[in-house]
């Protein structure tokens, strides 16, 4: 069941690759924050499944189990950078909503005021069409919309590196690969300045 667990080595390769990017741009006064996937396939694992669930049902309670090691995986690699791990949960419909939209925005900039680095998920509870699809890259746009985003780095996705943007002093870049990566796993980064 190497498909079904976080790894940790993959995790940290990416906080690491993420964190010279990250440094940089806190130093020049920007905030990050992470959106991440891997809920589903962390959840395999402790609920004794053989393989990744089919039916939704299943998914939504793997992705329940999983999202608590997902966050504790970050929470232990940014506490070695003296960092702190905030967790917010958003679909897609959140942030079409004025009310969620507002409570979102205002939670991810208090987070950011207290140096805590977000780690957003896709509500997959409630998110069900997320599901079906995976689409933790669009959630990542539509977060770093909702922070006025600088920069969006997608990492260990099908759309690699920066998102093209037509202003002056956006660049593209290629993040490095994780060594020993498995399961479903994709990160973005989403840079305020």
Same mark, same amino acid.
């Not at 990542?140 to 920069?151: C, M, P, R, T």
């Given at each position: 069941?190497?498909?079904? &667990?976080?790894?940790?080595?993959?995790?940290?390769?990416?906080?690491?690759?993420?964190?010279?990017?990250?440094?940089? *741009?806190?130093?020049?006064?920007?905030?990050?924050?992470?959106?991440?996937?891997?809920?589903?396939?962390?959840?395999?694992?402790? =609920?004794?499944?053989?393989?990744?669930?089919?039916? /939704?049902?299943?998914?939504? @309670?793997? @992705?329940? #189990?999983?999202?608590?090691?997902?966050?504790?995986?970050?929470?232990?690699?940014?506490?070695?950078?003296?960092?702190?791990?905030?967790?917010? /949960?958003?679909?897609? &419909?959140?942030? @079409?909503?004025?009310?969620?939209?507002?409570?979102?925005?205002?939670?991810?900039? *208090?987070?950011?005021?207290?140096?805590? #680095?977000?780690?957003?998920?896709?509500?997959?509870?409630?998110?069900?069409?997320?599901?079906?699809?995976?689409?933790?890259?669009?959630?990542?746009? =539509?977060?770093? &919309? =909702?922070?006025?985003?600088?920069?969006?780095? /997608?990492?260990?996705?099908?759309?690699?590196?920066?998102?093209?943007?037509? *202003?002056?002093?956006?660049?593209?870049? &290629?993040?490095?690969?994780? @060594?020993?990566?498995?399961?479903?796993?994709?990160?973005?980064?989403? #840079?305020?300045?």
């Amino acid at each position: 069941m190497a498909h079904a &667990h976080i790894d940790p080595a993959a995790r940290q390769a990416l906080a690491v690759a993420g964190r010279g990017e990250s440094e940089a *741009r806190m130093s020049a006064g920007s905030d990050v924050v992470i959106v991440s996937s891997g809920a589903i396939a962390a959840g395999i694992e402790p =609920l004794g499944l053989s393989k990744r669930p089919t039916d /939704l049902a299943t998914k939504q @309670a793997a @992705a329940s #189990v999983g999202q608590v090691a997902l966050v504790n995986s970050w929470s232990a690699v940014f506490a070695r950078y003296q960092r702190t791990v905030g967790q917010v /949960l958003l679909t897609a &419909h959140d942030i @079409a909503m004025r009310v969620q939209h507002t409570n979102a925005q205002r939670t991810l900039d *208090r987070l950011r005021a207290l140096h805590a #680095v977000a780690i957003v998920n896709e509500n997959d509870t409630v998110a069900t069409n997320e599901i079906r699809f995976g689409d933790n890259d669009r959630l990542s746009a =539509l977060v770093a &919309h =909702l922070v006025g985003a600088d920069a969006l780095v /997608l990492l260990r996705t099908a759309h690699e590196g920066v998102h093209p943007d037509r *202003r002056a002093g956006v660049r593209r870049a &290629h993040p490095p690969r994780a @060594a020993g990566h498995r399961g479903e796993d994709r990160q973005a980064a989403v #840079v305020r300045g």
